[in-house]
């Protein structure tokens, strides 16, 4: 069974995890490596004064030439060093000729059976031997205490028992801390769920601006955000898009209904112009529903796309010709500015329809006496095009949304002028499907400019 656990619970589980492990792994790899070192340090030390000594007693020795004169023996135990506690001198028979011990209350000479001492603790035992030209003379016996009774084995021991104080001090300041930056990080995560959540109930926006310090999580916070501005901009587009439908709908359904009822009453006569007024209501119907549908198949055009290489200078030039008729006679000037012998990879057909549209567009929003361009440039890496008018302009609240499907910067204008706001939404689709872009700069109430940029493809 999945247990499902909170976010913050988990950072601190994951913070208090990571500083365990490096309290247990850091102080115990300090511990062993002074260990070794302490160790080696007071085994090379020892070493060295066994060999003083043994070397001191050979000297006396050599300068006495038995171990029965020995009255210029040291006679103290100063010369003993930790952890060196007892040093034996045997002759070659194995009897002690002398001992020397920090614990001792009398010292023994020339005793066979020297007094037992008591140590607390296992003791180390070792032995050298006194050689003088080549001949073993005696033997030295060293008697110390283990490591950790030394003075260097109680230097560690405090050091690790104030080692573990510290880290156990360690632990629970990490575990505040733990606590602390699990809640700095979770919390701004938190609100963000919590927000996602409230859009998802249809609360798109709060009026408590959430911020955060650490850019991941701002980032977040601001794309939830984002989300929640794009689906109340979208809500309000399908509230939009309800109504002009309906009002789309409804006006040719009641004339057809109007028209059909009169000539069942007998009011009117069946006459072919009035047979045919209701065949243009049913048309409209019919291409209200047949642009709906075109939008569909242009938003997949990336799928079913006739790329070819064409001369994309004629394309452009034939679609600007279709137009001439319609601006000559509302009055709007079309210029043109379009660079010749232009080769592009593309689907004609398809480009063609966004000149259309773009042109469409500003023609129904230039009032007569205005002007409109349209050019087209390219150069090594890709083909622009142009479409520029002198209109009413675009409003800066409407820009961010003039390419989404149904969306008319002027409701009432549109009406009256026709179009469901599907044109842009169809252009930048078929844009899109060239792998290019589309862009538009306007200022209310002096045109309109309109860029496209398709990318160069390989001929093959």
């Known amino acids: 069974m999945n247990v499902k656990r909170?976010?913050?619970?988990?950072?601190?589980?994951?913070?208090?995890?990571?500083?365990?492990?490096?309290m247990l792994v850091i102080p115990t790899a300090i511990s062993e490596l002074l260990d070794r070192q302490f160790r080696g340090f007071a085994t090379d030390r020892l070493r060295e004064n066994e060999v003083e000594?043994?070397?001191?007693?050979?000297?006396?020795?050599?300068?006495?030439?038995?171990?029965?004169?020995?009255?210029?023996?040291?006679?103290g135990s100063d010369f003993l060093r930790w952890p060196m506690v007892m040093v034996q001198l045997f002759d070659a028979d194995g009897i002690e000729v002398r001992s020397y011990s920090r614990m001792m209350k009398r010292e023994g000479h020339h005793n066979k059976n020297p007094q037992p001492m008591v140590f607390n603790g296992d003791l180390v035992v070792s032995s050298r031997e006194i050689v003088i030209d080549g001949v073993r003379v005696g033997e030295v016996r060293f008697t110390c205490l283990p490591f950790n009774n030394s003075p260097e084995g109680g230097f560690l021991r405090k050091f690790n028992r104030i080692m573990y104080y510290a880290v156990a001090l360690m632990l629970v300041i990490a575990a505040m801390i733990a606590v602390f930056m699990a809640y700095r990080i979770s919390r701004p995560v938190l609100n963000a769920a919590k927000r996602a959540q409230q859009i998802?109930?249809?609360?798109?926006?709060?009026?408590?601006?959430?911020?955060?310090?650490?850019?991941?999580?701002?980032?977040?916070?601001?794309s939830v955000d984002r989300l929640g501005d794009s689906l109340e901009a979208q809500e309000e587009l399908r509230k939009?898009?309800?109504s002009d439908i309906a009002h789309e709908l409804r006006n040719p359904v009641t004339i057809i209904k109007s028209h059909l009822e009169a000539?069942?009453?007998?009011?009117?006569?069946?006459?072919?112009?009035?047979?045919?007024?209701t065949v243009s209501e049913v048309d409209r119907l019919s291409q209200l529903i047949c642009e709906v549908e075109k939008l569909t198949y242009i938003e997949s055009a990336g799928h079913s796309l006739a790329l070819e290489n064409i001369d994309a200078t004629s394309v452009i030039e034939r679609a600007a010709l279709v137009f001439d008729p319609l601006y000559k006679n509302k009055g709007v000037e079309l210029k043109r500015d379009i660079e010749p012998n232009v080769m592009m990879v593309m689907d004609g057909a398809k480009i063609r329809q966004v000149i259309e549209n773009l042109l469409s567009n500003a023609l129904r929003y230039t009032d007569p006496g205005g002007t409109v361009s349209v050019s087209m440039h390219s150069d090594a890496d890709e083909m622009r095009i142009d479409v520029a008018d002198s209109g009413i302009g675009i409003a800066k609240e409407d820009l961010p949304y003039i390419f989404e499907r149904f969306y008319r910067t002027d409701v009432s204008r549109a009406r009256t002028s026709g179009g469901i706001g599907i044109g842009l939404a169809i252009v930048k689709a078929i844009v899109e499907a060239h792998d290019g872009t589309?862009?538009?700069?306007?200022?209310?109430?002096?045109?309109?400019?309109?860029?496209?940029r398709i990318p160069r493809k390989n001929r093959e």
């Open 6 to 22: 909170s976010l913050r619970t988990k950072l601190i589980f994951q913070y208090m995890v990571i500083v365990i492990v490096c």
């Open 53 to 75: 000594i043994a070397e001191f007693f050979a000297k006396m020795y050599i300068e006495n030439g038995s171990w029965r004169g020995c009255r210029l023996f040291p006679r």
């Open 200 to 222: 998802s109930h249809g609360k798109y926006r709060m009026e408590d601006r959430m911020e955060s310090d650490i850019t991941e999580l701002q980032a977040l916070i601001d």
């Open 240 to 242: 939009r898009l309800l």
């Open 263 to 277: 000539i069942e009453d007998g009011v009117w006569e069946p006459t072919p112009e009035r047979i045919r007024l």
């Open 438 to 452: 589309i862009t538009v700069t306007s200022v209310h109430g002096e045109g309109s400019r309109f860029t496209v």
